[in-house]
């Protein structure tokens, strides 16, 4: 009489002798396999499992392994997973080997309903990333805009001087996540005039100390403006700090060489290269000569020596 404990496994086993012939084999892989254990046992493996999905008789030279399968079982997928033990004798002599097959079918069919799943929502997030980088983008061009709108003079500066900053930064070998912060940034730069005055803005006489003063405390509004909106706030350097000098002697803060952040220090070189290209209220546009004579004085003082050395020859090639 066969084992009572061995026909309890729900889960299809079979052994193997040392000569891969089947020693038993319980009634869950009998169904299976449909066949009756007279058909198997004491046959080979190879010749049993000939035609079988399970892969036993590719597994029968080994003593442990651990594998997966798939088949069609009565027009369903069905995916098992095949355990390999060995099985020894009261001596502790090896005498054959287990073959278990676990169903795992439940398991692989949620995974493939997370895979979806993920897939689904993975698709989701991109789309409303995408929403949310076009309102990113909309919002800041409208800023733009506004601060053009109300400054006449400098109508194109903020389009030419982000073109050029990001041709810069690109020449520098930034990445693409601090490509996006600066084309932010420089979309922005002069966002904090907008608590000068119009009457100073657009004065075409010499400033007093006073308005210069109320001027140059425009970065310091950008800084109020834009550090707490979570989704500008990594726009935040250029507006901040543009101003600032590699030689120590700029403003707000008075910040020198590296303690200037990279993007403030590019969008100097390519700011000032624009107002001075270009016809002022109170300045007319400078001969290309004569810019570039300034920016090599200015190197180590104004500028980044770096900066100014790579946007030259830009320059030089046509780039800009």
């Known amino acids: 009489m066969r084992d009572k404990l061995f026909e309890a496994i729900v889960d299809p086993v079979v052994i193997l002798d040392n000569q891969n012939h089947v020693m038993d084999i319980n009634s869950a ?9 007279d058909d198997v046992i004491g046959k080979p493996a190879k010749v049993v499992f000939e035609n079988f999905p399970i892969p036993i008789k590719m597994y029968t030279h080994v003593t442990y392994a651990r594998t997966e399968a798939s088949f069609e079982f009565r027009n369903k997928q069905i995916y098992y997973e095949l355990t390999i033990w060995p099985l020894y004798d009261s001596h502790k002599k090896m005498i054959g080997r287990i073959y278990i097959s676990h169903d795992i079918t439940a398991l692989k069919e949620l995974e493939n309903e997370l895979r979806k ?8 997030v991109q789309a409303r990333t995408r929403e949310l980088a076009e309102t990113y983008d909309t919002t800041l061009e409208g800023f733009a805009r506004a601060l053009e709108l109300r400054d ?24 693409d996540d601090a490509l996006e912060e ?11 005039k907008i608590s000068i005055p119009d009457e100073i803005l657009h004065k075409k006489g010499k400033l007093t100390k006073k308005e210069r003063e109320i001027i140059q405390g425009h970065p310091e509004t950008a800084y109020k403006l834009l550090s707490p909106i979570p989704f ?16 120590g002697t700029g403003y707000p803060r008075g910040l ?10 590019i969008f100097a070189v390519a700011d000032v290269w624009d107002a001075l290209s270009y016809d002022r209220p109170y300045n007319k546009a400078w001969p290309r000569k004569k810019i570039i004579k300034y920016f090599q004085e200015q190197s180590g003082k104004h500028f980044d020596p770096y900066i100014v050395k790579t946007f030259l020859g830009m320059v030089e090639k046509g780039e800009i």
């Open 29 to 37: 892989m009998l169904v299976l396999m449909e066949k009756e254990a």
């Open 256 to 265: 020198k060489e590296n303690d200037i952040p990279v993007s403030a220090r």
């Open 182 to 192: 600066i084309r932010s940034g420089s979309i922005l730069h002069d966002i904090g």
């Open 232 to 247: 500008l706030s990594k726009a935040l350097e250029i507006p901040y700090c543009h101003h600032e000098k590699w030689d």
């Open 152 to 175: 006449k003079e400098t109508e194109g500066h903020s389009r030419r001087v982000t073109e050029n900053t990001l041709k810069l930064a690109q020449k520098l070998h930034l990445k």
């Open 117 to 124: 799943l993920n897939a689904e929502l993975e698709d989701r």
